[in-house]
């Protein structure tokens, strides 16, 4: 049997075992709105207040270390802020998210990682922020700060071993776009031109020195590389950016092992730590989930059907995979944006937005998460799980990654989108195009 026959074997087996769209019941409706409330409880509470007054966050409670970071740590914590601020129209999380801001402003001296995710670029995103809608001037020029120490720590080729979107040059031109700094944003994709790997149906890029394995996918793969030339290109008329994005997009596209319908790519190609990572994931880091943010962004820049019709398949694979189920351990273990559910129900709600899907995919993840979530005198929170540890419970975390704040975002997202509302961002995220009702 090919590869390809073997997970569609694998696909129907799921469809009849869990059924097909609606496979979760739930017997009470969730306020989700409710439970956003919550959970922004439990964020406020995890804050930590500086000397001066600046509130910072650290990646879980326990630790003692502050971390700025868009993905674990402040930057993505305030945007999480924003977002409340402009749904609730409480300027306690205004006034949260400008204090925080100030923390984050006092660490881009002294910070030592420049990517979007882990560094400075996602500060600054975070701070551009702060400015914009919040009106903090101060916050502005920290963000100018930010980006310019960026730019002098630049060694003509990289800023380090990551080559990708968290750790690497594709973040940092996203993040430098949503900075408003364009220049650094074509400094960071240009070394792509000159890096690529011809292969069967494309190119694809070694995204971390020395490392064999090629890895496909938006995080840490070649998809990441693609989503910032497509942007970047876009946004400075560079037609061979975008092309070196299509011909990147196209090498991803014919490793798929779940066609015609669903769309299914491994991990890496060889694959890397095989005792330890699967094969295949469904999120937004490696899995269709994700794919399919680049090709929208592909749809919108190209102008291909082509583009829409692998989103298509991504999402025929996404709601037929036996998420958010916990078939075996390990397989859906996580509730967060990265990894987990609240990163499916981002794309549930483009799909909603854009396609007129309706939200009863959504509404199943949304139930999944109010059935996963801690909630008491403190809050809500979210415990995610490692199966291979002793215990297996994680510690709940704040951040956007894996904790409360990326959940927020699409907790609140979703409940506009449900009642009419409008269903945009506060702040777009760097590599989630927005989404936009589709001219039929």
């Given amino acids: 049997m090919t590869a390809g026959?073997?997970?569609?074997?694998?696909?129907?087996?799921?469809?009849?075992?869990?059924?097909?769209?609606?496979?979760?019941?739930?017997?009470?409706?969730?306020?989700?709105?409710?439970?956003?409330?919550a959970a922004l409880d439990w964020l406020l509470s995890t804050a930590r207040e500086t000397e001066d007054g600046a509130l910072a966050w650290t990646t879980?409670?326990?630790?003692?270390?502050l971390n700025p970071s868009l993905y674990s740590g402040t930057s993505g914590v305030v945007l999480a802020l924003i977002e409340a601020q402009r749904h609730f129209r409480d300027d306690r999380y205004g006034d949260a998210a400008l204090r925080a801001a100030r923390s984050i402003a006092a660490a881009v001296g002294t910070w030592e990682f420049d990517s979007l995710y882990l560094g400075l670029a996602g500060m600054a995103v975070a701070l551009r922020?702060?400015?914009e809608v919040l009106g903090d001037a101060a916050a502005g020029r920290a963000a100018e700060g930010a980006c310019e120490r960026v730019r002098a720590r630049?060694?003509?080729?990289?800023?380090?071993?990551?080559?990708?979107?968290?750790?690497?040059?594709?973040?940092?031109?996203?993040?430098?776009?949503?900075?408003?700094?364009?220049?650094?944003?074509?400094?960071?994709?240009?070394?792509?031109?000159?890096?690529?790997?011809?292969?069967?149906?494309?190119?694809?890029?070694?995204?971390?020195?020395?490392?064999?394995?090629?890895?496909?996918?938006?995080?840490?793969g070649t998809l990441g590389v693609v989503c910032a030339l497509a942007a970047v290109g876009a946004a400075t008329g560079r037609a061979d950016l975008v092309e070196l994005a299509v011909a990147g997009a196209k090498d991803v596209a014919a490793r798929d092992e779940a066609g015609p319908t669903g769309f299914l790519v491994p991990y890496s190609e060889p694959q890397v730590q095989h005792e330890r990572i699967a094969r295949y994931s469904y999120g937004w880091c490696h899995g269709p989930a994700g794919d399919a943010q680049v090709f929208r962004l592909l749809r919108d820049v190209v102008g291909d059907g082509a583009w829409s019709t692998l989103t298509?398949?991504?999402?025929?694979?996404?709601?037929?995979?036996?998420?958010?189920?916990?078939?075996?351990?390990?397989?859906?273990?996580?509730?967060?944006?990265?990894?987990?559910?609240?990163?499916v129900l981002a794309l549930a709600c483009d799909r909603h937005v854009e396609n007129g899907d309706g939200l009863d995919f959504a509404r199943v993840l949304v139930a999944d998460l109010a059935s996963r979530a801690t909630v008491d005198a403190d809050g809500a929170r979210w415990s995610n799980v490692e199966h291979r540890n002793t215990p297996s419970t994680l510690e709940p975390e704040p951040g956007w990654a894996m904790g409360n704040a990326g959940?927020?975002?699409?907790?609140?997202?979703?409940?506009?989108a449900g009642s009419g509302g409008d269903p945009a961002y506060a702040v777009a995220w760097p590599d989630h195009p927005a989404a936009r009702p589709r001219v039929r």
């Avoid at 097909?20 to 017997?27: A, F």
């Avoid at 879980?60 to 270390?65: F, G, K, L, V």
């Avoid at 025929?316 to 990894?339: A, Y």
Wanted: proline share 4%; net charge negative.
């Fill in 60 to 65: 879980r409670p326990s630790d003692d270390e």
């Fill in 154 to 220: 630049f060694d003509g080729m990289r800023w380090g071993e990551q080559f990708e979107l968290i750790g690497g040059n594709a973040g940092i031109a996203l993040g430098a776009l949503a900075a408003g700094d364009t220049e650094l944003a074509l400094l960071a994709v240009t070394p792509y031109l000159h890096t690529t790997e011809p292969t069967a149906n494309g190119v694809t890029w070694e995204t971390r020195a020395g490392r064999a394995a090629r890895l496909h996918h938006i995080s840490h």
């Fill in 5 to 37: 026959g073997a997970a569609r074997d694998k696909e129907q087996h799921l469809e009849r075992r869990h059924g097909t769209l609606g496979r979760v019941v739930t017997t009470q409706p969730v306020d989700a709105e409710d439970l956003t409330s």
């Fill in 312 to 343: 298509d398949r991504c999402w025929h694979t996404v709601t037929h995979c036996g998420l958010p189920q916990r078939l075996r351990p390990g397989f859906w273990d996580n509730s967060g944006r990265c990894c987990g559910t609240a990163g």
């Fill in 129 to 131: 922020a702060v400015h």
């Fill in 407 to 416: 959940i927020v975002r699409e907790l609140l997202r979703f409940v506009r």
